[in-house]
Each structure stands twice: as C-alpha cells, then as structure tokens.
C-alpha cells in the first residue's frame, strides 16, 4: 500500500509539502499541487481521514441519534441536520435504536468509541439518568431533541412546542364540533407525549367539555398499534367526531381503520395528526387536517447547537429552544361566499414567462371554485411597456400585470380602481414593505405583489469551493477566492474564470452578460449606483457626463469583455441557457426571470449552482404587481381572484409551478426556500432605490430604457466613448424630457 513519502518521492517533494496539497493549504504553488495529485492518482494513494483526525486529535463527527427514519419526522429532522453542517467540515453518524433501550446504549457506546464531537439524541429513555451521567464522564456533549430527560437539572434541549399546537389545534375545532374528541398519544414517559396530552385536556377544560379516560390512548410508535386504538373508538357506542394523532405513523393506522370499517353512510371521523410543515397538507381530504411541525428546522437547530458546543462557542448547561408553534388551520378560501357577479369573462393581461404559465394552469381551479370565467392575453415585455407609454390601453382589462416601476405613474394618473374592502383582509397574506412597495399610492391600496424580483449573483458553487481555483487565484492575485463583494471584484473573478484570458479556466468565460439594449441598462445601472454616479443633470446645467457614470461605465465594459462575444445580442434567455450549460461562472440576473428561462432539463451544472447578494448591494428595482384598471367591468369578480390566488392553498402551489408570489406563507416556507434558494434571498435583497428616474422628470421609464439602452450597445460594441455615449444619452433625455 503506497504512502505519503511514496508520494513525495515521486512528485519530487517534501513530505510536508504533500501534507499541505491533502489538507488545502492555499500556499503550494499550482504547478507543485499538480504534480502531488498526479503523483497520487499514479500510485493510487488515498489519504486516511481517520488516522489523520487521530494526529489531530478531533474527529469533526457529531452522531445523531434517532428512533427511525420510517417517521418523515424523523427524517426530515436528519435532513435539516444534514443541511446544516454540510461545507462546515464536520459529518453525521446515525445510529437507529427503534425506540429499544439496548440499541439506544450501544449506539451511545459506538459513538464514543468513534469519539464524536458531541451527540444530537431523541431519546427513548430520557428518565434514565444514569445513562446520560455516564455519557457526561466522557465529556461529549449532548442536545436532547423533543423528548427532555426530566431528571437532568439543566439539559441542552431543543423542541417543538406540542403543548401549544394541540392546544390550538383542539381549541379551534371544540366550538363547531359537538361530538367526541379523542387523543392517541405515544410513550407518557416522554415529555413532548405528555405536553401533548396536557394541551388536550386544557383545550376540553376551557370548552367546559367533560373529557374521560378512555378518550385517551398512549400507543406504541407504529400504525399496528394506532390502528388497534382506533378500531375500538369506532366501534364504540360513542363514536368520535375527531382523533388527534401526535405522529405520521398513528395517522396511518387510524385512517386505515376508518377505510376499512366506519360505515360509508356516516360522516367520517376527522383525523388531526402532527406531521411535518408541507405546503402540500392542504391538498388532502377534508376529513383530514395536519398540524405543522417544522422538524427540518428542528434538525437545523440541532445541528448548530451541537457544532457550538463541539467547538465550545456555547454553554452545555440550560440551553432549552423551542420552536413556535404555527397556525394549525389557517383559513381556506371559501368558494360558498364566492358568487360571480358578472356573466362576462375576466380579461387578464399578462408578462410572458413562467408565472403567467402558472397561473393559466391554476385558472380551470378557479374557475371551478367560483363560475367566474376568465380569458388571458400573455404579452411580450414591449407590448406591456405600451400601457406605460399610454395609459388607457389600461381599460381593455379587468386585471393587469403592471411593472413596479410604472405602477405609481400610472396609479397617480387614475388607471386603476381602489381595492378598498374588496379583498375581504386578504391583503393580509402581505408584509407591510411589500403592500408598500409594490401596492399602496399615497396611501391608498390599489395592487397586490404579483411577482417578487431583485437582481442576484448566480454562481458555480463547485468552481468557488475547489481548492485548485481557490489556490491558483490566490498565486496569481495574493487574495482569497471569494464571491464578489464589489463591482471590481466581480471583473476580476470574471477575468479569472475566463479563458482568454487565464488559459487555466475550467470554463469559458467569467459571465454571462447581455448587451441588447433594455438587458444592457438593467446590467449597467447596479455599477453606476455603487459610484455613486448619475445621468441626469440640473435643468440649465451642462451636458457633461459625471466622472463617476464614465468610470462605472468603464468598469462595465471591462466586465463584458468577460463574457462570450455574442452576448452584443444576447438578453436574460441567452445569458441564462449558456450559464445553465456550464459555460461560465458567475450570472447576474433577476430572481424571477431564472426561472423563466431554466428547467431541471435544462441545467447541466444541477446541484453546483449558488446564489448571492447583488455585488454592491444595489439592484434595480424589479417586480410586478396585479390590479384593476378603471374600465373593469367585474370589479368584484377581479378582486375575487386576487383573493384567490393569494389564499395559503394556492399560492405556495402557484409558486412552485412557477411564481414568484410574495406571501407571507410562501416566504417563511422551509420547503420554498429548499427547492428555490433565490426566492428568499431576492426578499432579502430588495433595493432601497424604488425609482429610476429623479422626482417629476417629463420622462416615462420605457423611453429611459430605450434612450440609454441604444447608447450602451453603441459603447459596448466599441463605436463611441464612455463618455460620449454618455453625454448622447444625457441630450436625448433632456431633448425628450422637453418634448
């Protein structure tokens, strides 16, 4: 079996020096680490990662202990474990001990014998205080995870509050439903068990509802057990109106019970069970209703408290985290007070892309829902600058997609109708910032958010975090390779990752850029505002360009002489296909127009791509808001779909077919923010700017566009000047501005 002086000797170098290439010392020399990896694939050597924790004496492992991965609780719990020490340099044990405690001790004991940095444990003996003394002797420390060892005095404890979610759960149920109310419980032993029943029994208390013993059943952790349980309640002379469940697993057994042997003719028993937070438990039976526990977020916390205390960043005594309990039945949308006030289809005018296509594809729902009939016209986004350009092209429609960026011009010029009391305080779904910057004009409330947007940094994870890119920049810059933070760290990390100009680069180019004129001034503007710079100069001042816009526009140029040649014509769909193919590094463009162009099909670099701030921090306002413009001849019916779309039960599927729908329920979505990062990080990055044009300038913003998108092409495919595209752009707003 080689070696490492093995290695050494054939590469030509120190055996430190091999040690350095192993463990990502960023110093070696590029030449030197290609030759040290050659030599060991040569060899066929394979560092050992035990025995070098051995010499370092820290493992980097933390075990996870859990009673089964059957549960989705459970598993789920894992993943947000997992999610959150993956690139940390630490890695994850599971151990599975199917609630025995023999199999829970040997896991304990594997564990320390592998010496892991501390242990994330859901316990099936948490009163066995011995147990956990001894584990206390070896010095890892432990999280204990929803089921607290009551006889420790102060345990690192993480959990979700069970007491609270059944409580409320039960609560809202009580006033409309007259008949028995039944808990299925597991093991009392374990405290997140017996808060559940303790949240019962003060809901029936308060309802001044008698409750008795045989209302409730603790059951072991499986659907046999619950289905047991089950069948005797229904089967009894009293028959439950409702079965609280505290787990997955008991859910089954009991809805099995109730397929198999309630009688059809009689109205079915209602099963409320404790499952994972899923935007797709509204997509169930009626009979059926889960109470949200956020387990990947569970797991998450469990991870950070664990590596905290692994590296000594917290205190191991009286640590305790619960987790909020969420609403357990937030409204529906009620199609009984839905009732169309008109025979007219509504006339919809849309922005072609991905949420329009959504949308269409919800709208039979809708219709289905409430008789209201509708009739879409997707546009191109030349045809919608025409409602900018003429106001009472508005009028055709009963509801409008409508640019932020136009939407207060046009709210302030009367185009479209007060929304008032027509959403029923749907509104609500909303934060406050965003019904102000996407729906309120002086105050009154006109839109609704439609389509969250903000520029973002698309990037090649696997490029950023492989220690070859990561040494060879930092040899030739003497900087560490990371995401750019700055305009002029962005073109250097381009000129990088671009071939021409660094023939090492495993890809072709730096970025993708788009140089038709209206992408151009999209992609230009972030540079000029980081400067400081502007393009408008007092009335009776000269036309001289800002020094600052001149350098921005420079730097600009420099950026795009990174990218592929035949960007000049290329718009957000060509930047996206050649990033999606792994042709280049880094992308800029805005969160929703991503998934407009890019499919799982699609995307050759799956898994590899990152997303960040916008570098400089200031993207151009972006986003679409719905409305109702004056000529609508079925406000009521349009409304009626506003409050439709944005209700919990369709907007997170809206979203997940392709929206972009800001809502509360869609924002705070674990599952949103794990299948679509950039929705989240686009709310977070929302410009402080909200206009493009200064204050009462005669100028509409599509002419803004296409004014200075003609003279960026001009400078970009080298016919004029920084500074005289500039100073053209100036002269033909204030020529404009006067016209």
């Known amino acids: 079996m080689p070696t490492m002086k093995d290695v050494a000797k054939l590469a030509g170098v120190s055996h430190g020096t091999v040690s ?98 501390a242990i994330v444990l859901i316990s099936c003996q948490p009163d066995q205080k011995e147990v956990f003394d001894d584990l206390a002797v070896t010095g890892i420390p ?29 609560s809202s149920l009580l006033p409309h439903t007259p008949g028995r109310l039944c808990l299925l419980t597991g093991n009392p032993a374990f405290s997140c068990e017996e808060d559940a029943v303790r949240g019962f029994q003060q809901a029936l208390t308060e309802a001044q509802r008698l409750w008795q013993k045989a209302d409730l059943h603790h059951a ?125 289809p509504l006339r919809l005018a849309l922005l072609e892309g991905a949420a329009s296509y959504a949308l269409q594809l919800m709208l039979p729902r809708f219709t289905g829902q409430t008789g209201v009939e509708t009739e879409t016209d997707i546009l191109s986004y030349a045809d919608m600058q025409q409602f900018a350009r003429t106001p009472s092209l508005c009028r055709q429609y009963d509801l409008l997609q409508t640019n932020v960026l136009w939407f207060h011009p046009l709210a302030e010029a009367g185009v479209f109708l007060p929304l008032g009391d027509k959403l029923c305080g749907r509104e609500t779904a909303f934060s406050a910032p965003l019904l102000q910057r996407y729906g309120l004009h002086n105050g009154t409330l006109y839109a609704l958010p439609y389509m969250l947007d903000a520029q973002l940094l698309f990037y090649r994870k696997d490029l950023f975090e492989d220690i070859r890119w990561q040494r060879l920049f930092f040899e030739q810059t003497r900087q560490d390779l990371r995401l750019p933070q700055s305009w002029e760290e962005y073109t250097q990390v381009a000129a990088f990752f ?97 998934r407009d162009y890019l499919s799982r099909e699609t995307i050759s670099t799956d898994g590899h791509i990152g997303v960040a701030p916008l570098p400089g921090g200031q993207s151009v306002p972006g986003g679409w808001s719905l409305a109702v413009p004056t000529g609508c001849d079925s406000p009521f019916d349009a409304a009626l779909l506003l409050r439709w779309l944005v209700s919990p039960e369709n907007a997170i599927p809206y979203n997940v077919l392709g929206g972009s729908l800001p809502t509360e329920a869609a924002l705070t979505s674990v599952e949103l923010q794990k299948a679509f990062p950039w929705f989240s990080c686009a709310y977070e990055s929302l410009p402080q700017k909200q206009s493009l ?37 100036m002269t033909l707003f204030r020529t404009h501005s006067l016209t």
């Open 220 to 344: 072991d952790h499986n659907k046999e057990s619950a289905f047991r349980a089950a069948m005797w309640w229904l089967q009894s002379a009293q028959r439950p109106a409702v079965i609280f469940t505290t787990c997955g697993e008991h859910a089954k057994g009991v809805l099995a019970a109730i397929e198999m042997f309630q009688d059809p003719a009689s109205p079915k028993t209602m099963v409320v069970s404790v499952e994972n937070e899923s935007w797709i438990q509204r997509a169930v039976p009626s009979y059926i209703h889960k109470i949200p526990q956020d387990f990947l977020r569970l797991g998450t916390l469990a991870a950070q408290k664990a590596q905290e205390l692994a590296e000594g960043t917290a205190s191991a005594v009286g640590n305790t985290s619960l987790l909020p309990s969420p609403d357990p039945f937030s409204p529906r949308f009620s199609p009984s007070s839905a009732a169309s006030m008109s025979h007219s």
């Open 498 to 594: 671009t071939r021409s100009l660094n023939p090492e680069s495993p890809v072709p180019y730096g970025t993708t850029m788009g140089g038709c004129p209206f992408y151009a001034v999209y992609g230009f503007l972030p540079y000029l505002w980081e400067k400081g710079g502007t393009l408008f100069s007092p009335a009776g001042s000269s036309l001289s360009p800002d020094p600052k816009a001149i350098a921005a526009l420079e730097q600009y140029g420099r950026t795009f002489a990174c990218a592929d040649p035949n960007a000049l014509q290329w718009g957000w769909a060509e930047q996206t296909t050649q990033f999606a193919a792994g042709n280049a590094a880094m992308m800029i463009l805005y969160q929703a127009h991503y």
């Open 20 to 117: 350095n290439v192993i463990n990502g010392v960023k110093t070696v020399n590029h030449d030197t680490v290609i030759r040290v990896e050659q030599a060991m694939k040569q060899l066929g050597y394979r560092p050992d990662a035990k025995a070098r924790s051995l010499r370092q004496k820290k493992t980097n492992t933390i075990g996870v202990v859990l009673p089964n991965l059957v549960d989705n609780l459970y598993s789920r719990f894992y993943t947000g474990a997992e999610e959150k020490l993956r690139g940390t340099g630490y890695s994850l044990t599971l151990c599975l001990t199917d609630d025995c405690p023999e199999n829970e001790l040997a896991a304990l004991r594997r564990l320390q014998q592998q010496r892991v940095e």
């Open 693 to 729: 044009l200064p204050e009462n300038l005669p100028l509409s913003v599509p002419d803004f566009e296409s004014i200075l998108g003609d003279q960026l092409q001009r400078f970009l495919k080298k016919e004029c000047s920084a500074q005289q595209a500039l100073s053209a752009a």
């Open 142 to 170: 432990v999280v204990f995870v929803q089921r607290k060892p009551r006889a420790l005095s102060h345990p690192v404890f993480v959990g979700t509050d069970l007491s609270e979610s059944i409580y409320r759960a039960a």
